[in-house]
Structures are given as C-alpha cells and as structure tokens.
C-alpha cells in the first residue's frame, strides 16, 4: 500500500514538473528545415491532383496502415517522429486545406480524427500522440489535398514549430 502511495505520487510530481515546463519561458524556436519550407512556400494552391491522389490510385507506393471507403493512412516518407502517419480523405471534394472546409466537410472531417485515434491505438501510442495539419503557405502545407499528422513515439514540445 505504501508502494502504491509512493507511485502515485512519483507520477503526479512528474505531471506537475512537465505542467509546470509550459509556464516558463518557451525554448528558442526551431528552425524549420529549408526543405521543408521550400517545399510549402514552392506548392501552389489549386484543386488539381497531388501526389496524395497517386497515393490513393496506387500509381506511388506507400505503407499503409489503415484504408476503408473514406480515408487513407499511411507512414510519412520523411518521418519527423518515429510513429509519423498521414490520413487523407479519399474523395478531395474541394477540400485543399482547412482553411476550405465547408459545412458539407463535416462529417468527413470528424471521420479523420476518428481514424487518428483508431491508428494511433493501433501503433501503440498509448502515452499520447500529437496531431497536425499544416494550412497554406505559411501553416508550411506542401501538399494541397487535406492531410492529417498523426506524430507519436517520442516526448513532443511545445510550444510547436
């Protein structure tokens, strides 16, 4: 019982240290890779097909790890977390980024986060997991077909980017 005590209480100091950590001042920020923001600042902003939609007819190889009617989750091939996972709608409809997403986006955008969890559970990221998605040039996106990060696998900071 004693042993009991002592472990809760190991674990809630542990919780208080990593709370506390967000109240002081904020590391130096990271700089983003050049690639990276390249890439984003490179992409164009349009409805015409993406390599994402390659991905979908199987035109490009990936490793999926989770595919239904709806969406498509598959490992990031430039990983940036040892668990980096992308989840993409299968039909774009429109829907290029967040910042695009209409009242009929709904229910496929609930539906993305669903399968985040669902993955998530399934690659093990019990201890917790960090959820993205970039929007237009600045939010760095590079692909224009609405895409979710599923990142996990390793302590994340904050704040991000």
């Known amino acids: 019982m004693a042993a009991d005590r002592e472990a809760s209480n190991d674990q809630t100091s542990s919780r208080i240290r990593v709370l506390s950590s967000h109240l ?11 690639s990276e923001k390249d890439a984003a600042l490179a992409a164009t902003p349009s409805d015409a097909p993406t390599i994402f939609d390659k991905i979908i007819r199987k035109e490009i ?4 790890v989770y595919e239904d009617e709806k969406v498509l989750a598959f490992r990031d ?10 989840i993409i709608p299968k039909v774009k409809d429109g829907l290029t980024g967040l910042s695009k997403a209409e009242e009929r986006h ?24 960090r959820i993205v998605i970039n ?27």
């Open 61 to 64: 190889p990936s490793t999926v």
């Open 77 to 86: 091939i430039s990983p940036q977390a040892p668990t980096h996972i992308i």
């Open 24 to 34: 002081h001042s904020p590391p130096p920020p990271r700089r983003m890779a050049s």
């Open 106 to 129: 709904i229910e496929i955008l609930g539906y993305l986060l669903y399968v985040a969890k669902l993955v998530a559970k399934q690659e093990g990221l019990d201890d917790g997991f």
């Open 135 to 161: 929007d237009g040039p600045k939010g760095c996106q590079s692909v224009y077909h609405l895409h979710i990060h599923l990142l996990g696998g390793r302590q994340m900071n904050w704040p991000p980017g």
